[in-house]
């Protein structure tokens, strides 16, 4: 069963739907660490994290794939920049309420009864 809808990732051309389900983001978060993806920051991307995200994504889309495919595939010159900007699109759509902090509850207004005089 889906928790998300489906997102949509384009690969060579093609555009390849995959299914964000808590075994995906089981999977993503085993072999490569949800917080360790969310944490990154611009200035200091790490180029191995983002190339297992994609494999793993195109792999659950079902195509026939491997990391050195995924890894040819951006091109000869694989820029950082254009690899942390796939990131930033990319996991907002896996875990769209994450942002690195707890959320707080908000506390419910108490209704002051009227005075009596």
Not at 11 to 35: A, C, H, P, T
Not at 54 to 64: A, R, T
Not at 87 to 101: A, K
């Amino acid at each position: 069963m889906a928790i998300r809808k489906p997102i949509k990732i384009s690969w060579e051309g093609v555009e390849q739907k995959i299914v964000v389900n808590m075994l995906l983001i089981e999977r993503i978060d085993n072999e490569v660490g949800i917080l360790k993806l969310l944490r990154m920051k611009p200035e200091d991307p790490k180029i191995f994290p983002i190339i297992k995200l994609l494999y793993i994504l195109l792999d659950e889309s079902g195509l026939d794939i491997s990391l050195d495919d995924v890894y040819d595939g951006l091109g000869d010159k694989v820029e950082l920049s254009a690899l942390f900007s796939v990131l930033t699109e990319i996991t907002p759509m896996i875990m769209p309420n994450f942002n690195g902090v707890a959320k707080k509850k908000p506390t419910p207004k108490k209704r002051r009864k009227p005075s009596k005089k």
